[in-house]
């Protein structure tokens, strides 16, 4: 790489080199490796010569209004964004569960009647997977999401119940290098799949982290990776694997 810069010392501008991308990596390559005058690079991730008319050229965003369900926060050195569940709550799983509880609440009084407290204790799972449920659907209706960066970190916390799946997160934003958005289906019913949106970040060590889950609309999920890309100065670039409708 040295002696590429050596080649061609007059010809480097940081300006000009900026938004230069690698056509192969798709790497955000920095001044010394671009050589302006010449019209040509050298990626500085995987070696790659070539010419600056075959770069990868830089993705414009959208402007985007603020979606239903989100709130942002900004401070002085901080940004928050909060996202609500009750946007991605499903009517399917919303009378399933109204279903499945009265059903089995019904057939408990019923066997309590008959038999007593022990027939009652025979049915012990399917109650408290219909406790389980109903705990689920309140979470559902008053929990959101917070993402908070501050000077260091990138922290995820779900408030105010907690529920298996949904682990807070302090992930140091230096190490943050991509954000982006994956489609997945969330439930699979007779009628078809019913998806979702989830929002995970790229670690400059190339992990995949989840940030954030089960977001009902693709403008909010949008909207959540601008706002992170923007604060952090992430210049946006295509991952192997995001949804791009």
Same mark, same amino acid.
């Given at each position: 790489?040295?002696?590429?810069?050596?080649?061609?010392?007059?010809?480097?501008?940081?300006?000009?080199?900026?938004?230069?991308?690698?056509?192969?990596?798709?790497?955000?390559?920095?001044?010394?490796?671009?050589?302006?005058?010449?019209?040509?690079?050298?990626?500085?991730?995987?070696?790659?010569?070539?010419?600056?008319?075959?770069?990868?050229?830089?993705?414009?965003?959208?402007?985007?209004?603020?979606?239903?369900?989100?709130?942002?926060?900004?401070?002085?050195?901080?940004?928050?964004?909060?996202?609500?569940?009750?946007?991605?709550?499903?009517?399917?799983?919303?009378?399933?569960?109204? =279903?499945?509880? =009265?059903?089995?609440? &019904?057939?408990?009084?019923?066997?309590?009647?008959?038999?007593?407290?022990?027939?009652?204790?025979? &049915?012990?799972?399917?109650?408290?997977?219909?406790?389980?449920?109903?705990?689920?659907?309140?979470?559902?209706?008053?929990?959101?999401?917070?993402?908070? &960066?501050?000077?260091?970190?990138?922290?995820?916390?779900?408030?105010?119940?907690?529920?298996?799946?949904?682990?807070?997160?302090?992930?140091?934003?230096?190490?943050?290098?991509?954000?982006?958005?994956?489609?997945?289906?969330?439930?699979?019913?007779?009628?078809?799949?019913?998806? =979702?949106?989830?929002?995970?970040?790229?670690?400059?060590?190339?992990?995949?982290?989840?940030?954030?889950?089960?977001?009902?609309?693709?403008?909010q999920a949008q909207f959540i990776e601008q706002a992170l890309e923007d604060y952090l100065l992430i210049a946006d670039r295509k991952i192997e694997g995001e949804y791009a409708p």
């Open positions: 790489m040295a002696n590429f810069e050596k080649l061609y010392p007059q010809a480097f501008s940081p300006v000009q080199a900026m938004d230069v991308r690698c056509p192969d990596c798709e790497f955000l390559l920095h001044a010394g490796a671009v050589n302006i005058s010449d019209g040509i690079a050298k990626c500085t991730s995987c070696e790659n010569l070539f010419q600056l008319h075959h770069a990868v050229p830089r993705r414009q965003k959208p402007q985007l209004d603020l979606p239903t369900g989100l709130e942002i926060f900004r401070f002085e050195k901080e940004l928050e964004i909060q996202f609500s569940w009750r946007q991605s709550i499903s009517t399917t799983l919303l009378f399933f569960n109204l =279903a499945w509880n =009265a059903f089995w609440l &019904i057939f408990a009084v019923a066997m309590l009647w008959v038999g007593g407290i022990s027939f009652v204790l025979l &049915i012990g799972i399917p109650i408290a997977i219909g406790i389980y449920l109903l705990y689920f659907l309140i979470a559902q209706v008053f929990n959101y999401t917070s993402i908070l &960066i501050d000077e260091k970190n990138l922290c995820i916390t779900h408030k105010p119940l907690s529920l298996p799946g949904y682990d807070n997160k302090i992930i140091d934003r230096q190490q943050v290098d991509q954000v982006y958005i994956e489609k997945y289906i969330e439930n699979n019913f007779e009628d078809g799949p019913e998806y =979702a949106f989830a929002i995970y970040a790229l670690h400059k060590q190339q992990k995949k982290l989840q940030l954030v889950k089960r977001i009902a609309h693709y403008e």
